[in-house]
Structure formats: structure tokens, C-alpha cells
């Protein structure tokens, strides 16, 4: 990646290496915005010398342009001599061009006509300010008086504007200019070799060419640096460095080549000089010397810049490839690191024995030789980085941070390799003590097993054999195990499951070691208090107490997860249907527009989130669940995972492909109606409810997670996706995901008051908590263990939860009063439209799911048999359902109120439900009857679990009066009474 530092200093080549002045000052010089001609370009026709610009000057410093003797003048064509003109004007100084040039035109032995012919000819090509025109004319008689006559009457005909002086002789010549600015043909004073002239000037434009092109090059060269990326690797910034390298002597080579040639062309103008000290250079040899003193003085500082800009460039390099190798020695370095962080993190297994402790040890110790060398190299890296941290490199922000990574990656695994050193030494200590101990008992109970039986019986004896058992029990104390708080208090840090059973094993069977030497030591006791008749006594064998009997630990039922859906939010609000247009108007009050924006502002979050959980899912589905079928990745996945993507993903593919080809779009189709979304949520409610079927699976799948998260698979499926959660986070997400939506359709419905639609919303959300209440409910049902019949049998669950309960029967002559009791039993309800079921619920440790509780069955009432009492005595929380004329009563206790309400309520939505069914089943019956024989009998069946029974019409003498008012007592009056030992009636197990 292209260094930003880097690429700003680079940048400034243009800077450093004026290339456009240099540009300018050679344009300046050769004068190319006006004339773009070079000398080479016109050299042959220059050459001919039909006019030449000398160096002379006249008196305001005006440029002398001298037409020598030309006898063929009229032959050259108009195109040369106005490129000749052209070229000749653009040589001077823009100053002494703006002033106006001075031509002499020397026609002294030619004829008029050439004379005529000159000035025409040149008034038609000068492309430069004239000045003055001076003709030396025609020497001869007849020409001279010719031309006087001549040019006197026909003045006007060469339209100049400039004055035109004709000349008799050079004497006349010399009062219009100096003799020291006329070359030695017009009796001057002033050197000019037209051969030496046109070398110069192609020299000096060569060479101005040449400092041109050298600074574009430099400027090329400039831009080329800075549209370079500094390469991420060694061997890419070294063949960079070594191109660009090889680029610059190159350059510098060039700039030699121009400096020498501009030094060369500096001592050839300045050649009469030092030939002749007193010679004196005209204006135009001044101007040519200063040009390439100007020339060299740019190529210096041109040359200058370029270096200083390459120093930086090639620094900038440099550190680039010390970057390089430092980001190659961390990668490398990094590797070996974690594969000893790794490694050493294996050394967690605290041993079942002295001898494989002192195995994992040396291993350790042999690791932490290797892991040394590799700290060492990683502190050294790191010093290098801080060196070059300390050169101002300039990307101390990368190298920083992985200087402080190596320190604190060494510092924590010195730090580990001690902890792990230090938990494996307590390990061995412990071990020590268990085997110690452990050999101890071995040795007491030989000793036990060892002391003969017929000595024993004599009084000497018995006292001998008390002496040896008092002698043995002096040496527990260094032997003995302390308690089991004790050593979990000490070693606390090192102790697992596995490790803490194997102490208590140890530490029951020195405690029935010493339980069988208290019993001997008090037999022992008796035999040598007095003698006694002989007793036979067996001697235990040492392996018969080298076991300690354990009860095997019962299979915990993994209890479900539970939703805790608002209850108040399942019961269906009545809003009034707010009156609205059926059309939106065009102009809202303030408050709609700020409702509106509020509706589309939830709607947007509605649909963002639907789509980042539709990739979600997706994400999960491809990069954990394909590869689970993947054969590349097979032998990753531990003899537990296979064959179990169906419980551990349980049935997402059917919930994304709802998500994403129906319920997504179809929910796109109301961006612009948010209000009416509730109609989406309708239409869809029965799809929906395949969340219940993931959540009913749930538990399973995070038992499942549980066993095999720390598997490799699941860690490069997770290192491939570059998640940083686990697949226990997303696999909560559909959970997540239906239980977010009752939150949105309660904002939309709260921003949608008295709007098409909101009679939609108000049903889509009491659905969605519906399913919720559905989900939390069966969640726990499946929770319930003991009962032996199918739970689906007892109708749909209608409500679930714990309340406080005390019983009272009456059977017989025996009346039980548990109401009595202080303390009421616990206890969580199931009410089924067909039966009432008593649970006591069970907290189990764990986490997640795992901490959910479980159930046990107590007791259930059918609920054809039952009635109730809305109001008992003492508290208004309670209620009453007995059964059996209230032969057996059960008091509840809501926690609240409210919620004794709802069940009072929803128990006599059942009783009355079974009423009415019996009084049309009755009808139904008597007037099937009519068309039946007399003897004819037809077998009643049900679908329930319960026993159906034929309603017994005489009323019971024992029956006890209940109460009237249907506001005070719901009760079975109409209900038919079974018999006692019917299965029907009730079943009952233990309550406690």
C-alpha cells in the first residue's frame, strides 16, 4: 500500500526541480512564442548571408540588421527571406526589439532596380519594428543620379513608415552610427565571422534544447516516483530500489552531459576574451554569454534539487525495505509465538498420578527451553523496531504497535509459563498428598487384615494388637487428608470435576479406614479390659475398602430455553377504527407529517434489519452448515458433530428460504405504506410459526454447541467468514429475530393511531405475541419429565406458571388437612382444555440453556371433573379448584391479582366450554334415542388420554351443598361424577 508521507513529499519534484521556469527561460531565449524557428532549421539559408544581424547597435540601442552586397538578391525566394527576417528579429531582447531594429542595406555596386527591388521586397517580409532604413546607393554616376530622381518622386511607392536615408558614401554612414557598431566592410571597427555567429547560435539552442529535455525528463521521472506504490514485500521494494536506483545515474549522466556541453559552448564565446584581454564583446555575444550563464546557472540548481530530492527518495526507500524486512520478521516471528501460546495452552490437565505430573513437567520443560529462544528473537525484533523508531522512520505508526504486540505477547507467555509451571507443581503436590494418603490406608487396612485373629482373643494379645493400631494412627498426621473444604479452599485453582472426585474417593476411603480402626481399637478395648470368650472375627481383605461405592450420578435433563413475552401484550386491545381518507391528502398538519416521518423512519429499521438477518442467515448456512457436508473439512468435525447438522441448525433453511424469497419482499412492497405493513404480517402469521419448531429445538442444538465448541471446525468455518462471534451467537438470531418484531409493530403501531391499517397492526402484534406466548409455553412443556402419557392428548396448553398451593382431602373416615401445613407447596400449573397439571419445578445449574428448569410431575385433574371457587377466605390471591364434592380441594396462590384473574377467567372459559359441549352432546343423544331401539347401546369413545364415562343422573346423598352464585363458585355441577379409582377423575403421585 502507496505510503501517504511518501507520496506527498514526492510530489514535489515539480518543486525541486524547476522544469517550467527552465521551460520558460528557453522559450525566452529562442523567443518561440512569436518565432518557433531554430538557426538548425534554416541553417542553409542562412548560410547565403544575404542578411545577418552583426551585434551592433545604434544610439538608442537599436539592433543593426546589415543586407551586405547580394548580387543575386533578387533570386532568393520570399519564403526564405522572411524566415531569415523572422529568425534574425527574434534574437535580440525583447527590450531592443521594441525599440525598433536599424537596417543597412549596402547596394553600392549594384543597380537601382535592385535597390528598388531590396526595399519592396523587404517591406513586405520585416516582421519587426523598424527604426530607421539606411541605402548606401549605387557609387556610379549615371545609377546615382537615377536613384536620386527616382526615389524623390516615387517616395511614397515603398510605404514605409520609417524614414529611408539615402547614402552616397560610408563617410555619410558613420554620422548615422558608430563605426564601433559597423562591421569592417562598412568601415567599422566591430569583428564578425558569420561562420562563428551560426555556430554559436546553434550551439546555444542546442543546448537550451538539451537543459529543456533534461528537466521534462526529471519531471517525468518525478511523476513517475510518485505514481509509484511502495511494494508490500523484501524482494519487491529491493528491485524497486535497484530500478530506480539505476534511473538515477542515468540522470545524473544526462545532467553531466548538458553541463559539460553548456561549460564547452560558455569557453567558446568567451574564446576572444582569452585570446585577446582587450577585446570587447559586442551586445550580442553579451547576451549569448549571459543566456548560457543563465542555462548553467539553472542546471546546477536544477541538478541540485534532483539531488536533495533523491537523497529523500532513496532515505524513503531505505526505510521502506527496513519496514519490509521488519513486517517479514514479525510474520515470521508471530508464528512460531502462537504456536507456543498454543501448545502451552494444553498444559491444563492436572494428571491422575504423581508420575504423569512429573511427565507433563519435563514436557513443559523441554517447551519452555524452545519457547526461550523464541522470546529472545521476538525482544530482539522488538529492539529493532524501537531503533528505528528512534531514526524517524516514517512509519512509526505500524511499527509501534507491533513493538508493543511482541512485548506483551512475550511478557504474557512468560507470564502463562509460569502460572502453568506453578498449577502443574501444585498439581504434583496434591497427587503427592492423595498417594500418601492413599498408601497409608492401604497400609492400615494390611495392618488390620494382617493382626491374628486367635492372639487377639487373649487379654496380652488384645493389648499387643491396641498398642500396634495406637502406634500406626500416631503417623496420620503426616498422612492424613484434611477435610474436603480444606483442600477445596487450598487448591481451589487446580481442582475439576475429575480431580475433586478423585479426592473424595481418597478421602472416603481414609475415612472408612479409620471408621474400621475405631471398631477394631473398641474391640480391642473390651479383649484387654477383660477376658471375653473367644470370638472368631473375619479380617477384611485390603481390596475390599480400596473402593469406596458411589452412587451413579443421574442423567440432568437439559431444561429449555423460555421467551417472556409481554403477557399484558397477549390480550387483544379494542382501539376505536380511527375515521381517515381513503386517499392521502396532499397537505398534513404538522403533527401527521412528524407521525409519518416517525412511521418511515421505524419502517426503514423494519426492512435493514430484515435484510442484514436474511444474509446473516445465509452467511451461516454457507459457511458452517455447507461445509459440514464438504469433504475437504470432513475430518475437522469431531465423531459428536457428524451427522447432527439437522439438530444443530435445526430448520434455518426453511426459515431463510421463507425470509428471503417471500417475507422480504413482500414487506419492500410497503416502504412507502408503512401503516398498512400489519397486513404483510397477517397474510404471513401461519408461516411464522416455523419459529416455534427452531425454538422447540433450541435446546438441543445448544447442547449440542456446547460439546463441540471448542473443535477445530468451528474455528476455521469461523476464521474463513472473519467472524468475530461464535456460531452460538448466530444461531441465537432467529430467536432474537422474533422477538424483535412485536418491538417494531408496537412503534409503527404507536406512530399510527387513527390510520388505515391500524386495526391490522393492533392484530399482526397480538399474533406475533401470541406465537411468543405459544413458544414461551411449550418451551416449558417440554420441560416436564415423569409423566407417562402423551402431553399432546391433553388439548391445546392454555396458560403455564408457579403459584403457592395447599390441599385439603376428605376420603372416608380420614380427613387430611394440608392446608395446615406452615409452609405451602411450590408448585407450577399446566392448564390443557382437558386437564390441569401439577408440577414442582426443579432449578438446575448450567448455563444457557442448560439453566433452564425443569419439571416434575405431581398430579393432574381432569378438567371434566373439576370446579372452582373465584374468592377464598383470607386472601384475595387465592382461589379455589376442587373435585369430587369437594372431597378434594386445592387453595391456590397467585402472585398477584392479576394474574389470579386471568386464570379464574381462563378456567371458567374451559368449564363453560365443556357445559355447553354437553348439553348439545346430551340433546344430540336423546334425540339419536327416538330412532334407536330400547335395547340398543352404543359405546361412547374420546379421543382424550382420560376414561369417558356415562353420566350417573342420580344426585349423591353425600354430596355437600355448593355454592349458588355462579360469581362466587363455577363448579361441575353438570359434570358427571365417576367413581373413585377411575383414572379419569384423578392421578395423583407424590406432591412433596
Known sequence: MEDPEHQMEVSDIT????????????????????????????????????AYLSGGRGEDGCPIITFPEYPSFGEIQEKEIHDVLTYLTSIPSLQAAGVGFILIIDRRQDKWTSVKGTLLRIAGSFPGNLQLILVLRPTGLFQRALSDLIFRFNKDEFKMKVPIIMLSSVTELHSYIDRTQLTQELGGTLEYCHDEWLSHRTAIEGFALMVKKTAQMLQSFGTELAETELPNDVQATTSLLEVHTEKKEKMKEDLRRALNQGHGLFESIN????????????????????????????????????????????????????????????????????????????????????????????????????TCEVLDQAKDLASEGDQLIQNNHYAVDSILPKCNELRRVTEDLASEMQLRKAFLHRCLELHQMLEKAAQWCDEGIYLLASQPVDKCQSQDGAQSALQEIERFLEAAADNKLHDLDTITSDYETILNQEFSEHVRKVLQKQE???????????????????????????????????????????????????????????????????????????????????????????????????????????????????????????????????????????????????????????LENYIHYPELVGRCFLERMKDLQIYEKYCHNKPRSESLWRQCSDCVFFQECQKKLEHKLGLDSYLLKPVQRITKYQLLLKELLKYSKNCDGSEDLQEALTAILGILKAVNDSMHLIAITGYDGNLNDLGKLLMQGSFNVWT??????????????????????????????????????????????????????????????????????????????????????????????AWVNEIRKVLTGQLNAYREASQQKSSEQVFQSPGASTPVSSSSPFKSYQKNNKKSDEKKSEPASPDSCFGSATSPKYPEKVRGECYTSSMD
Open 808 to 901: 385439603v382431602h376428605k376420603k372416608g373416615h380420614s380427613k387430611v388437612k394440608d392446608l395446615a401445613r406452615f409452609k405451602p407447596m411450590q408448585r407450577h400449573l399446566f392448564l390443557h382444555q382437558k386437564a390441569l397439571l401439577f408440577c414442582k419445578k426443579r432449578e438446575e445449574n448450567g448455563e444457557g440453556y442448560e439453566k433452564a428448569p425443569s419439571y416434575s410431575f405431581k398430579h393432574y385433574l381432569n378438567m371434566s371433573a373439576v370446579g372452582i371457587t373465584e374468592n377464598a377466605k383470607g386472601d384475595y390471591k387465592k382461589f379455589e379448584i376442587w373435585c369430587n364434592a369437594r372431597e378434594e380441594v386445592y387453595i391456590v396462590q397467585a402472585p398477584t391479582p392479576e394474574i389470579k384473574t
Open 271 to 370: 574564446e576572444p576574451i582569452r585570446k585577446d584581454p582587450g577585446y570587447t564583446l559586442n551586445q550580442d555575444e553579451l547576451e549569448n554569454l549571459a543566456t548560457v550563464e543563465r542555462l548553467l546557472g539553472q542546471l546546477n540548481e536544477t541538478e541540485t534539487a534532483f539531488d536533495e530530492f533523491w537523497d529523500k527518495h532513496q532515505s524513503k526507500l531505505e526505510q521502506c525495505l527496513q519496514l519490509r524486512h521488519f513486517e517479514q520478521n514479525f510474520r515470521e516471528i508471530k508464528v512460531p509465538l502462537d504456536l507456543a501460546t498454543e501448545r502451552l495452552a494444553a498444559f491444563t490437565d492436572p494428571g491422575n498420578c504423581t508420575t504423569q505430573v512429573e511427565h507433563i513437567l519435563r514436557d513443559l520443560s523441554s517447551h519452555e527451553e524452545k
Open 15 to 50: 518543486q525541486l526541480v524547476p522544469c517550467k521556469e527552465v521551460a520558460v527561460k528557453i522559450d525566452e531565449i529562442m523567443q518561440q512564442e512569436t518565432s518557433p524557428l531554430c538557426a538548425v532549421d534554416i541553417e542553409e539559408v542562412i548560410k547565403k548571408q544575404f
Open 512 to 666: 472408612g479406614m479409620q471408621e474400621m480402626f475405631e471398631k477394631r481399637r473398641v474391640s480391642l478395648k473390651k479383649l484387654a479390659a477383660k477376658q471375653t470368650r473367644p470370638v472368631q472375627p473375619v479380617a477384611p481383605r485390603p481390596e475390599a475398602f480400596s473402593k469406596s461405592p458411589h452412587s451413579s450420578p443421574g442423567l440432568r435433563r437439559g431444561s429449555e430455553n423460555t421467551f417472556s413475552p409481554n403477557k399484558d401484550a397477549l390480550r387483544r386491545l379494542n382501539y376505536r377504527k380511527g375515521e381517515c381518507n381513503e386517499s392521502r391528502t396532499e397537505s398534513m398538519s404538522e403533527e401527521e407529517e412528524n407521525l409519518s416521518v416517525l412511521r418511515r423512519h421505524v419502517m426503514n429499521e423494519l426492512l435493514e434489519t430484515e435484510r442484514a438477518y436474511v444474509e446473516e442467515l445465509l452467511c451461516v448456512l454457507e459457511g458452517y452448515a455447507a461445509e459440514m457436508d464438504n469433504p475437504v473439512m470432513m475430518h475437522l468435525i469431531p465423531a459428536a458433530l457428524q451427522n447432527k447438522k439437522e439438530i444443530l441448525f435445526g430448520n434455518m433453511t426453511e426459515i431463510y428460504q421463507f425470509h428471503n424469497r417471500i417475507f422480504l419482499r413482500e
